[in-house]
T-cell receptor, first 117, second 113 residues
Framework: GAVVSQHPSWVICKSGTSVKIECRSL??????MFWYRQFPKQSLMLMAT?????????EQGVEKDKFLINHASLTLSTLTVTSAHPEDSSFYIC?????????????FGPGTRLTVL | GDSVTQMEGPVTLSEEAFLTINCTYT??????LFWYVQYPGEGLQLLLK?????DKGSNKGFEATYRKETTSFHLEKGSVQVSDSAVYFC????????????FGQGTILTVHP
């Protein structure tokens, strides 16, 4: 089956530093990837939709200058949390969607736990 | 806006017990409905889905029926196993929103031998 990986699985950083999280589709090409954020005991919240070769589409209320998304190839999307602060601590999950405009199939990565001190 | 509400967890059951996890939704359009499962240490996996009213999704002994009149999509299994222990998420997608899933808060299920 389709596999999506994320790296790192967890990261701890100091306030003010930037952190990059990678999302890879291992055995399929993904024209579209999604980034979600999950707070403890809360649902996944879509942050942005990442399209290969074009700018990401951010959900309302998500700061695009703070959460930089780059989808430079059909198998890799990166999320960079810039100038991280403790309130950015969260669980970040990506998903990838194979080519096909209305596919219902999203394959999810295992998530990255970010802790900002 | 679109939203999904799941029953509060965690849910703890003995093996072979009957499982129901309630899910209700509100949507601005005509949604497709999904159940995802997340096993410990793994990513979310699609468990089942239904795309129109009265459709029944089923997989691995789990079932859910799309009830438009009650805006519900409750997950059921007749006899749970220890291996079913996981977090279950109900989600919806409105047809005009390409790929965008709206999730419920998740329900932790623990099954004891």
């Amino acid at each position: 089956g389709a596999v999506v990986s994320q790296h790192p699985s967890w990261v701890i950083c100091k306030s003010g530093t930037s952190v990059k999280i990678e999302c890879r589709s291992l055995d399929f090409q993904a024209t579209t990837m999604f980034w979600y954020r999950q707070f403890p005991k809360q649902s996944l919240m879509l942050m942005a939709t990442s399209n290969e070769g074009s700018k990401a589409t951010y959900e309302q209320g998500v700061e695009k200058d703070k959460f930089l998304i780059n989808h430079a190839s059909l198998t890799l999307s990166t999320l960079t949390v810039t100038s991280a602060h403790p309130e950015d601590s969260s669980f970040y999950i990506c998903s990838a969607s194979p080519p096909g405009r209305y596919t219902d199939t999203q394959y999810f990565g295992p998530g990255t736990r970010l802790t900002v001190l | 806006g679109d939203s999904v509400t799941q029953m509060e967890g965690p849910v703890t059951l003995s093996e072979e017990a009957f499982l129901t996890i309630n899910c209700t939704y509100t949507a601005t359009g005509y949604p497709s409905l999904f159940w995802y499962v997340q096993y410990p240490g793994e990513g979310l996996q699609l468990l089942l889905k239904a795309t129109k009213a009265d459709d029944k999704g089923s997989n691995k002994g789990f079932e859910a029926t799309y009830r438009k009149e009650t805006t519900s999509f409750h997950l059921e299994k007749g006899s749970v196993q220890v291996s079913d222990s996981a977090v279950y998420f109900c989600a919806l997608k409105v047809g005009t929103s390409y790929g965008k899933l709206t999730f419920g808060q998740g329900t932790i299920l623990t099954v004891h031998p």
